[in-house]
Nanobody, 127 residues
Framework: QVQLIESGGGLVQVGGSLRLSCAAS????????VGWFRQTPGKGREFVST????????HTADSVKGRFTISRDNAKSTVYLQMNNLQPEDTATYYC????????????????????WGRGTLVTVSA
């Protein structure tokens, strides 16, 4: 059974930075594409960023492009989301998801493609 545990969320002021971590256990992490999604109350989960199994390819939503950077360390079975210049609209619960890639380079951009989810970490950006 794959377990994903997010950490690194918290309260930050506008313009500040946070680094989220998604630590995986119970699997050989290199086989999984990973994506970050976020959700606010009353809304569905929104795609934020994704990285392929070996980290060769990445894709980031336009809403955070240039401010958020995804990376991974397969030796540590961990994916990171570096978030800079945070804005109030970035306030959400952030979830990481993993999918066993059917192709060599899979980008996980939709919630329906995910096989596993973490429980989320809350990010609050105060004005």
């Amino acid at each position: 059974q794959v377990q994903l545990i997010e950490s690194g969320g918290g309260l930050v002021q506008v313009g500040g930075s946070l680094r989220l971590s998604c630590a995986a256990s119970g699997t050989n992490f290199v086989h999984f594409a990973v994506g970050w999604f976020r959700q606010t109350p009353g809304k569905g989960r929104e795609f934020v960023s994704t990285i392929t199994q070996t980290g060769t390819f990445k894709h980031t939503a336009d809403s955070v492009k240039g401010r958020f950077t995804i990376s991974r360390d397969n030796a540590k079975s961990t994916v990171y989301l570096q978030m800079n210049n945070l804005q109030p609209e970035d306030t959400a619960t952030y979830y990481c998801a993993a999918a066993r890639g059917g192709s060599v380079n899979m980008l996980l951009t939709t919630t329906t493609a995910a096989d596993y989810w973490g429980r989320g970490t809350l990010v609050t950006v105060s004005a």
